[in-house]
């Protein structure tokens, strides 16, 4: 690759038909594992997959896109690619329905993976739901780097939880919230979290969840001092930059508001750039916002 | 009966307008970006055109999301021609494209006249570019905002100022749309104020809505609808002009998936065809549609894809016998 533009894919992401090894039921969601070879020597924590639903014939176009929870570089099986979801529609439907050996058409790894501190600072790590897929991988490379790691998880419900035992295994401390107090604080994860952040005198609050949440989470960060990375979920068509509907409200180095793509330049952005109340809008101080009214 | 031939035998390269291609796959406008992103799947210069998606004169933001909704066999996106500007495109985009091999055909599009004629003169005055696509769905400022494409006089009005400032030897395509009375009156007003050729079909307006919060889905309330869904629509397109307009070289557009549907295309009479919305599904299907219509040519006994274009408007019996006086025919 050349060129000088702004342009600049974190790794050359993999397609692949991929061989399904396996789709089990954890919970409310599914998780699925991939033979995806080459995938794991791309991979950092952050990064997504996209994958086609419906087979070659499918009337569902669009991939749908998931944080990628887990790779493996070989072994047995040549490498691997496992992914969290929910199911809310035909298309994650037709996913949690696959048997193993069937192909999934698989792109991956796609975006900007989370920022990892220079210096071994204490992290803190929340997931809202199965956002917190991500994050157990991130917690790998954090301690491997020195860094204290605390994770906070939370749902709606129990059922809704994701990794609770694992977070055990990799975090330092952790901390659960369910809104209907099924296990852990009831409450959310935002009730718990600045008391952790202050308290571990975080250098960093890593996050993955609802856009709310995020949103939450980045000004508990900013309030504590403390940066925050926050991996975004928005509605994607393509995943790979260039259908330009997975934008949002960035604000840049140069202090300028662009509407940027959640694919290539996220999905993972630094919490205080990111203009959370004016989601689902074109803020009209952004780069090229109508100047009158407009359709 | 034909009898199918070695694909190795085929010869997928195409004149259109004038435009030597190797071969009749292009990139539809705003389903590639400016074709860098695409570049991590498949060499660019692979492909018989990269079309830029519609640059304008200022940075645009483009709609409020959501900006997309998929819907059965398409989508329907409202994006709102969000992009970089005349200026970082030719800064940045054009030269990488030019750079890479790719023979870039670039797509403009403006709110009014002048914003034409400024975008006309400086892409046409750009080296590298093959052929200028004029994207005249957009709103006319200065005509209550209706689209330029669904108005003959005005669509006209705007391929006269694109072609008086684009050289000579650079083709212009003018991008219509489906969403008009009679097509090939457009069609007819383009060519004579200067087109070249036509690209076409450009998205179909539509709608849809959430069952949640009971309002439409886009933000932008209204999008254009793309991909397989509307595939007979746009054949139904290249099939109107072609038989009023046979000697128009025409780029066919709208949910091609395949081979067999490029190859669809071209029997409509469309000289060179562009993959679309299915890039979102397939990233590689642009390079994945070459290879497949040079074995859907091969099968018919085709070696060339020259020698399909149009061949549905003639009659079955008298189509055989053209093929088999055909001269480039391999036994």
Same mark, same amino acid.
């Given at each position: ?22 789709? #089990? ?16 020597? !791309?991979? !950092? ?26 790779? #493996? ?38 975006? !900007?993976?989370?920022?990892?501190? #220079? ?21 790998? !490379? ?25 977070? #055990? ?127 | ?24 796959? /292009? ?28 640059? /304008? ?10 900006? /997309? ?121 383009? /060519? ?140």
């Amino acid at each position: 690759m050349t060129g000088s533009g702004p342009l600049v894919l974190s790794a050359a992401p993999l397609q692949q038909r991929a061989e399904v090894l396996t789709v #089990k039921r954890i919970g409310a969601y599914h998780h699925l594992t991939l033979v995806a070879p080459g995938v794991a020597e !791309r991979f !950092r924590p952050g990064h997504f997959a996209a994958l086609a639903v419906g087979g070659p014939d499918t009337a569902l176009l669009l991939r749908r896109a998931f944080s990628i929870y887990r790779v #493996k570089s070989s072994g047995v099986y040549g490498g691997t690619v496992e992914v969290v979801f929910a199911v809310t529609g035909p298309g994650t439907a037709w996913l949690a329905a696959r048997a193993p050996h069937e192909r999934v058409d698989v792109v991956a790894p796609l975006g !900007r993976p989370f920022a990892l501190p #220079k210096e071994p600072v204490p992290c803190v790590l929340v997931g809202g739901g199965y956002g917190s897929a991500p994050l157990f991988s991130l917690a790998e !490379r954090l301690r491997e780097r020195g860094c204290g790691v605390h994770i906070v998880l939370g749902a709606g419900c129990e059922q809704r939880l994701f990794g609770t035992r694992e977070a #055990k295994r990799s975090a330092g401390s952790v901390l659960v919230t369910t809104e209907d107090g099924s296990v852990g604080t009831r409450g959310r994860v935002t009730d718990v979290l600045p008391e952790l952040v202050t308290g571990t005198g975080a250098g960093v609050v890593y996050a993955c969840g609802p856009m709310g949440m995020l949103a939450a989470v980045a000004e508990i960060a900013e309030s504590a001092g403390a940066w925050s990375q926050c991996a975004v979920e928005e509605a994607m068509a393509c995943g790979i930059g260039v259908c330009m509907t997975c934008v949002l409200p960035v604000v840049g180095e140069d202090g300028r508001t662009r509407m940027v793509r959640s694919c290539v330049e996220g999905p993972v952005f630094r919490g205080d750039r990111v203009r959370w109340s004016a989601l689902g809008s074109v803020p009209a101080d952004a780069l090229g916002a109508p100047r009158w009214g407009g359709p | 009966m034909s009898v199918s031939v070695d694909p190795d035998a085929v010869d997928l390269q195409v004149e259109v307008a004038g435009r030597r291609l190797p071969n009749p796959v /292009m990139v539809a406008s705003g389903c590639a970006a400016a074709g860098r992103e695409l570049q991590a799947f498949f060499d660019v210069a692979d492909l018989g055109a990269v079309v830029t998606k519609s640059i /304008m004169v200022d940075p645009r933001a483009g709609r409020p999301t959501p900006r /997309m909704a998929e819907t059965p066999s398409g989508m329907l996106n409202s994006i709102g021609l969000q992009g970089p500007g005349i200026d970082a495109f030719l800064a940045t985009d054009l030269p990488w494209l030019v750079s890479s091999g790719a023979r870039p055909i670039v797509s403009i599009a403006g709110s009014a006249l002048g914003e034409y004629a400024e975008l006309a003169r400086r892409v046409g005055h750009s080296p590298g570019v093959v052929a200028v696509e004029v994207n005249i769905s957009c709103p006319n400022v200065n005509n209550r905002g209706l689209v330029f494409a669904c108005d003959p006089y005005q669509a006209a009005k705007v391929l006269a100022v694109v072609r008086r400032d684009v050289p000579r030897d650079i083709p212009v395509f003018a991008k219509l749309s489906p969403d008009v009375t009679d097509l090939v009156t457009v069609a007819e007003a383009v /060519m004579d104020a200067g087109a070249s050729g036509l690209a076409m079909i450009n998205t179909l307006l539509g709608i849809a809505m959430d069952p949640l919060t009971l309002r439409p889905v886009l933000g932008g309330v209204t999008g254009g609808l793309s991909g397989p869904a509307i595939r007979p629509v746009a054949l139904r397109c290249v099939w109107q002009v072609h038989q009023a307009m046979p000697e128009v070289p025409i780029l066919g557009i709208g949910g091609v998936r395949t081979g067999a549907d490029a190859l669809e295309f071209l029997l409509a009479g469309a000289s060179a065809v562009q993959v679309g919305t299915v890039i979102f599904s397939d990233p590689s299907a642009p390079v994945r549609v070459i290879t497949e219509l040079r074995s859907e040519l091969a099968t018919r006994g085709f070696t060339s894809p020259a020698q399909v274009v149009g061949l549905a408007h003639t009659p079955a019996a008298q189509a055989s016998a053209a093929h088999d006086l055909d001269p480039l025919r391999v036994t």
